[in-house]
Nanobody
Framework: VQLVESGGGLVQPGGSLRLSCAAA????????IGWFRQAPGKEREGIAC????????AYAGSAMGRFTISIDKDDNTVYLQMNSLKVEDTAVYYC??????????????????????WGKGTLVTVSS
């Protein structure tokens, strides 16, 4: 079981990036998937999640209106489209899955629960 993030990089403020989270060795079915991030010197925080079976989503305030999480079930990949990026979005971005914790407030903000699986992260740097 492996989650592989990609799509990070250096972008100017106001720019966009799309992160991908590919599942290797398993399918996302009947689970919840989310994106976390950890900025230097800060704790890891959940910013978005999606429930596989009905597509319900939830976003942290910092992501609301700028980030969009989605699933491509054919490709077994979860995406995070990030627009209007700010310097404070600079962080390592991780995807995670959990079967028991339904997508919702429990996924958002400071990490409080042990997720089933984690990826190794992809670095996003927003700088001019």
């Amino acid at each position: 079981v492996q989650l592989v993030e990609s799509g990070g990089g250096l972008v100017q403020p106001g720019g966009s990036l799309r992160l991908s989270c590919a599942a290797a060795g398993f399918t996302f079915g009947a689970t919840n998937i989310g994106w976390f991030r950890q900025a230097p010197g800060k704790e890891r925080e959940g910013i978005a999640c999606i429930a596989y079976y009905d597509g319900q989503t939830a976003y942290a305030g910092s992501a609301m209106g700028r980030f969009t999480i989605s699933i491509d079930k054919d490709d077994n990949t979860v995406y995070l489209q990030m627009n209007s990026l700010k310097v404070e979005d600079t962080a390592v971005y991780y995807c995670a899955t959990d079967r028991a914790l339904r997508c919702g407030p429990g996924w958002l903000g400071p990490e409080r629960y042990g997720m089933d699986h984690w990826g190794k992260g992809t670095l996003v740097t927003v700088s001019s």
